[in-house]
């Protein structure tokens, strides 16, 4: 064996590099998400007025995680970020009762369009820690996910502003890359 | 290598050209900083860098001590002056000098340790509010709310308190209440000044926010300024406004200023960049931080609201 064989397996692979949306309604939580997830201070997160980006290297992959605002108002923009995107993460408020409707309205949307085709869908139930909260087994019925047949899905009990069940959701983002 | 140099100098060379320049001028470096530094930042900040480098046991226990009264807020009032009054005769004997001769000395220093530990005092206050929640069953958050509505909207009535208008001065959906977060009732008091105590300018702005083009949320993006105003005024960076700016004891008022103006140099900021639609508001912001920063880094910056009005 060669010096260049042994030096070219000890460089260690590239990442992979990935592109993660996460969408949601405003106030549910997806800032939180994000910056949980780059561990950085969630204590004085503000509406999102357009976009966060951050960068996370994780598991041997470096994740670039798009967070789009989730007002009525940006909505008509998430179309822009659709391409290439590796993973879906939508990000519901579980004790957001009024809104399911509406948040459920906005994923099949999501799921309906040709750019987002076969793209892996992980589903947050977040806020678990407020007392009125559908589990995550309750919001994946009323939101109807088992019947989504096209592609893999996952949903994912999480409390973001105590940084619980983020991980776990991340770990399913990578494993489904893997399978592909 | 650069922090090691910087080490050796503090330690070393500093004292020794400190006691040179003592011997020489007869003038403690507090004195020579009161006499020789111009008014307003660039002296207080001076004061503030040469008491924290201090060794003297007595003046690194005086500071905690004033640090503890201003972290607990109780700089204010007739506790105030008497404590300006002892702080100052602790370092006039600590260094040995004569408040008959050096009076100027004494007012000078007075004003400087009045403006370090009301800053210090105002951070404190300043994350009291943003630590409270907005709550909807308490009445006077309530009332806040309302009268920011009719400071900006003052021909329209809201039609209930949950209504789609919050989003005709910018919220995010039908209540408000979810929009403050982590800004707390700072976000909306700081709303509340800027739309009461700049009336005209800030329908102005709010004009601007409803542009077709160049339109953004007004609310919304306040609350993102809130932020930035909060984080500028924690590191520090907000004590040239404040030391230039502020005639007495530095209270909430001032940061409410502070942030009235970032808000009215935002929007101009904002038209002038003629952006495509909302998503460029990280970036924008980004480039506006960095300028007020750059501004912020000269001791003689002072900022005011020019109130000027143009058509876009």
């Not at chain 1, 099949?108 to 995550?136: C, F, G, I, R, W």
Request: charged share 25%; aromatic share 10%; with cysteine.
């Amino acid at each position: 064996m060669g010096l260049l064989s042994i030096l070219r397996k000890l460089r260690p692979a590239p990442e992979k590099e990935l592109r993660l949306l996460l969408l949601g309604l405003d106030n549910a939580g997806k800032t939180t998400i994000l910056k949980s997830l780059a561990s950085e201070d969630i204590t004085h997160i503000t509406p999102t007025a357009g976009f966060n980006i951050k960068s996370v290297i994780t598991d041997g992959f470096k994740l670039n995680v798009w967070d789009i605002g989730g007002q009525r108002k940006i909505r008509p923009y998430w179309k822009n970020y659709f391409e290439n995107t590796d993973v879906l993460i939508y990000v519901v408020d579980s004790a957001d009762k009024k809104r399911l409707e509406e948040t459920g309205i906005e994923l099949y949307e999501l799921l309906s369009d040709d750019k987002l085709q076969d793209v892996p869908v992980l589903v947050y139930a977040n806020k678990q820690d407020l007392p009125e909260s559908l589990t995550a087994a309750e919001l994946a019925q009323t939101l109807g996910l088992p019947t989504i047949k096209d592609r893999a899905w996952q949903i994912q009990a999480c409390t973001a502003s105590e940084g619980i069940g983020v991980k776990e959701g991340m770990e399913w983002v990578c494993k489904s890359i893997k399978k592909k | 290598m650069t922090f090691s140099l910087w080490w050796l100098f503090t330690l070393y060379l500093r004292p020794i050209i400190k006691w040179f320049l003592r011997k020489t001028t007869g003038l403690c470096e507090l004195q020579r900083i009161c006499y020789g530094e111009v008014n307003g930042a660039p002296r207080i900040r001076a004061v503030e860098r040469s008491l924290a480098l201090s060794k003297s046991q007595q003046i690194k226990q005086l500071l905690q001590h004033l640090n503890d009264i201003s972290d607990n807020r109780r700089f204010a009032g007739t506790n105030e002056r008497e404590v300006v009054r002892g702080a100052v005769s602790t370092v006039l004997l600590v260094k040995k000098v004569n408040p008959h001769v050096h009076f100027q000395f004494v007012r000078s220093l007075g004003i400087c340790i009045e403006q370090i530990w009301g800053y210090r005092q105002l951070i404190a206050e300043v994350e009291a509010l943003r630590t409270t929640k907005f709550d909807s069953d308490c009445f006077e958050h309530e009332r806040k709310l309302y009268d920011l509505w009719d400071n900006l909207m003052p021909d329209e009535g809201l039609e209930g308190r949950v209504t789609k208008q919050w989003q005709d001065i910018g919220f995010q959906g039908d209540d408000p209440k979810t929009d403050f977060r982590g800004m707390g009732m700072l976000g909306l008091e700081n709303l509340l000044f800027f739309s009461s105590e700049y009336q005209a300018p800030a329908r102005h702005v709010l004009s601007h926010s409803h542009h077709p083009v160049y339109g953004y949320c007004f609310a919304i993006v306040g609350i993102n300024l809130t932020s930035l105003a909060w984080q500028m005024l924690r590191d520090g960076s907000a004590k040239t406004y404040v030391y230039n700016t502020s005639k007495s004891l530095p209270s909430v008022r001032l940061f409410h200023q502070f942030y009235s103006y970032l808000f009215y140099e935002f929007d101009r900021f904002w038209v002038e960049c003629k952006p495509r639609d909302i998503m460029e508001f990280s970036s924008i912001k980004d480039r506006f931080e960095s300028n007020i920063r750059t501004s912020l880094q000269d001791g003689n910056t002072t900022f005011r609201i020019g109130v000027s009005v143009d058509n876009i």
